[in-house]
């Protein structure tokens, strides 16, 4: 395997698990700095923030440099903010290099996607971007549940340690295995600022980021809400969550690569269609098994793979619209992805509120993820109408 790609995954890992870990370990950070968890959960937003803000703008104004000089700086971002932020005394200080340690997340998913493309052998290229995602994936197997039990039985402040630690591995990674292809110099008219920000011009870019934006929500609106789910309908005791979680991450693992095979065999719109449209049918499935206690486990399982098919085409679907600006769409994307998680959570647990279950988020993912099929079938015809028919 490409050891540039094997780096790549590593930053995947890293980033993930920053990402995700927040949640298993936020009764710890409440605790240690005697605040409430709704207040401690504010750490999850502002990071969400950090990556809806950093992802465009950093790509934007590092688009003068060399791809790998990009990510190196990136991850070295990641190791200071993420350290930072193990050591920060308070919540303001806390909140602060939380939401730095979110900028360089989109923006590293981004400029790999197109690095792990380019490096990609022909007809290959979102099989390479899922083995970057893998590291992601790899996160929410091992690394979460690592990160949470360390929080739990030593203190918070050592699993960000460790996650910082990543960071600085991963910037030796990029350094020492990243080919020198990816070195190249990018100083060229189309990484002019303004020429990349005439993307936004097209309504192709935003009907790309209301795909991610609402369709991904469907995932989010499942798992954000899957812990009480499979404990107040499913009838598994507290301590088997951390099994579930794990099905969920073994799933997304598998998936991830399903994705990125059907991607380059029927190419990224038509996979992306058939994610969201199975996406959609399973978590119609949950909610109707969801009292049943082995279905639980089943369904975990299945979910997480099923939904996370839909990374690696939709990371291909902005990589070919954006001539001359496909690092900038990528990066996007990242922040739509981040979008959809916060749409997906909030508008879960709307009827939940009203009284109807923890498993009627599910029912709300599923419309999500349809709207999403949908509107990506809408991507569909724009390039029957408008490209080359190999586009497709």
């Not at 303001?92 to 981004?110: C, D, Y």
């Not at 005791?237 to 059907?262: E, Q, T, W």
Request: glycine letters at 10%.
């Amino acid at each position: 395997m490409n050891k540039g790609l094997i780096a790549l995954a590593f930053g995947g890992l890293a980033i993930g698990m920053t990402e995700f870990t927040m949640m298993g370990i936020l009764p710890d950070i409440a605790k240690d700095l005697n605040i409430d968890i709704p207040a401690a959960a504010h750490l999850i937003a502002i990071y969400a923030m950090g990556v809806v803000v950093g992802a465009p703008t950093l790509v934007l104004f590092t688009s003068k440099y060399s791809p790998k000089h990009v990510l190196l700086f990136l991850m070295l971002l990641f190791f200071v903010f993420n350290g930072l932020f193990a050591i920060a005394p308070n919540h303001a200080t806390l909140m602060i290099s939380r939401f730095m340690a979110g900028l360089p997340h989109g923006a590293f998913f981004g400029v790999g996607s197109v690095v792990a493309a380019q490096l990609a052998k022909k007809g290959k290229e979102a099989q390479a971007i899922s083995i970057m995602f893998t590291g992601m994936t790899l996160a929410n197997l091992a690394g979460v549940p690592l990160g949470t039990y360390i929080g739990h039985h030593y203190s918070w402040r050592y699993t960000y340690i460790v996650i910082s630690l990543l960071g600085l591995l991963t910037f030796l990674a990029i350094y020492y295995w990243l080919p020198k292809k990816a070195d190249k110099d990018s100083n060229t008219a189309d990484n002019h600022i303004f020429k990349q920000l005439r993307y936004f011009k097209t309504w192709e870019a935003w009907l790309l980021i209301a795909v991610i934006s609402i369709g991904t929500g469907g995932l989010f609106a499942w798992i954000s809400y899957i812990a009480p789910m499979v404990v107040q309908v499913g009838g598994l005791s507290a301590d088997r969550v951390p099994l579930i979680m794990i099905l969920v991450g073994l799933g997304m693992f598998f998936g991830n690569f399903i994705g990125g095979k059907l991607a380059d065999t029927i190419s990224p719109t038509k996979a992306s269609i058939a994610s969201f449209a199975t996406m959609a049918l399973c978590l119609v499935l949950v909610y109707f098994t969801a009292s049943n206690s082995t279905m639980s486990y089943v369904m975990s399982f299945f979910t997480g793979m099923l939904s996370f098919t839909i990374g690696p085409p939709l990371q291909m679907m902005l990589i070919n619209s954006a001539k001359g600006s496909e690092t900038l769409a990528a990066a996007a994307g990242q922040a739509s992805f981040n979008l959809g998680n916060t749409l997906g959570a909030f508008i879960g647990g709307i009827p939940i509120i009203y009284g109807l279950g923890y498993h009627s988020p599910t029912l709300v993912g599923a419309v999500m993820a349809t709207l999403g099929a949908l509107l990506a079938i809408v991507h569909l015809i724009y390039f029957i109408n408008n490209r080359s028919k190999n586009l497709i």
